[in-house]
């Protein structure tokens, strides 16, 4: 009778290094979006609009931070001008980030970086 065992630590390794290699390459993803996002946005590109309930908020303050890029941030429940300007895009939660004077819902790298792409002519 033939030994499974070989056969089944093959497969782990296999899927082991599978798991590996799929993290590593979203690691390397993201570091290298992160550096162009970075790169591309100046002081006054970003404007975020959070609440201090938003866990979501929090996770876009602390990546773009943690990459360098340049934004800055209003609580729409401590700042009434921060309110005003919230109410205004007619944004339906937070975080509300303003590109360029472009709104987005929610935060989305790839997206944020898209809106600071030169406009072609």
Do not use: K, N
């Amino acid at each position: 009778m033939v030994s499974r065992r070989p056969s089944l630590w093959v497969l782990l390794l296999l899927v082991f290094g599978a798991s590996a290699a799929t993290q590593w390459w979203s690691s390397t993803s993201e570091r290298r979006l992160g550096r162009h996002l970075a790169a591309s946005a100046v002081a006054g590109d970003i404007r975020m609009l959070s609440s201090d309930v938003c866990v979501y908020c929090t996770t876009a303050r602390r990546w773009m931070t943690q990459h360098g890029v340049a934004f800055s941030e209003c609580f729409v429940e401590r700042d009434p001008q921060c309110r005003v300007l919230y109410e205004a895009t007619q944004a339906r939660g937070t975080p509300t980030l303003i590109v360029r004077g472009q709104v987005q819902l929610g935060f989305d790298a790839a997206r944020v970086l898209a809106a600071l792409a030169p406009r072609g002519g």
